[in-house]
């Protein structure tokens, strides 16, 4: 890895850069482009609490920053499941040239890269057509293939997924079938012709949530019901797999927005804002 970064002069100039980033998002862009975990293909490992820590920010700050920057700049990509990042624009300004010192860097880099996918997504915005062919090439891209995730050693994963159902399929509890049929019938009022899924997938994934990513059961049901009643999200989170995989996010937006409406509550009659609290019991 080089001991340096190079950031072109019109990056300042760039009509995006100057019209819509605020003074913290330029900065964090130039952290993503310049910090010390960077490599030559624009793909690398690295973790919020990282971030959180090198800037300075809070770990929350961080999340939302690059929360920002995939969702709203639409800049970057990252994978929850390898903590990989990429740069989408990378390959326009930093592989417009070539030569045999970056593609012997750059094929060594890939060794390293889980998420092979990432890298296609940087060599589709790359103009230099010479060394996009050969990076493929190392990389092992079958461009007739319309795969969203070309992740390495897939078969071997698919092979630990399977070994987890068969000795895992039946150590979710209670709470966990709970949980998958509360999300399920929270889909179902906002889709009454949704088809019945499998329950038993449905309760591992809610384990997985509970053991391996340590969520706490109502953090779990705070975030179904936030996502459920949320025009947008009410379309994209229609499983327990889909629900893991965008928790963090999810988890952002729902402090986000009902932050604001607090905010806006706070001015009026606070006589209510309790009341429901309780309610609801779901048993998980």
Request: hydrophobic fraction near 30%.
């Amino acid at each position: 890895m080089a001991k340096y970064r190079h950031v072109q002069t019109s990056f300042w100039s760039d009509a995006r850069v100057s019209e819509e980033m605020t003074p913290e998002d330029k900065y964090f862009y130039l952290y993503l482009m310049t910090n010390e975990h960077t490599n030559q293909i624009g793909v690398y490992q690295i973790t919020r609490k990282q971030m959180a820590f090198e800037l300075g920010y809070s770990i929350e700050s961080a999340k939302s920053l690059l929360d920002r920057f995939i969702n709203h700049h639409n800049l970057v990509v990252y994978n929850e499941e390898t903590r990989e990042l990429c740069i989408l624009n990378w390959g326009k300004y930093n592989l417009n040239k070539g030569g045999k010192p970056i593609e012997d860097c750059i094929k060594k880099e890939l060794k390293s890269i889980k998420d092979l996918s990432l890298v296609r997504l940087v060599l589709e915005r790359t103009e230099n057509t010479s060394l996009v062919q050969k990076v493929s090439v190392y990389a092992d891209l079958d461009d007739t293939s319309h795969d969203t995730l070309t992740i390495r050693g897939q078969k071997e994963k698919e092979k630990e997924k399977e070994k987890e159902k068969k000795t895992s399929r039946h150590k979710f509890e209670t709470c966990d079938i709970n949980g998958a049929k509360y999300l399920f019938e929270k889909i179902k009022g906002n889709n009454p012709k949704q088809k019945e899924p499998n329950f038993d997938t449905w309760s591992n994934d809610f384990r997985l949530m509970r053991e391996k990513d340590n969520r706490e059961l109502q953090e779990i049901k705070d975030v179904i019901d936030w996502c459920q009643a949320d025009p947008f999200w009410q379309g994209n989170i229609l499983s327990p797999k889909k629900l893991r995989e965008k928790f963090d996010q999810l988890t952002i937006q729902m402090k986000s927005k009902k932050g604001a409406q607090n905010n806006a509550e706070s001015s009026g009659s606070n006589t209510n804002r309790y009341s429901q609290k309780g309610k609801y019991d779901y048993g998980f």
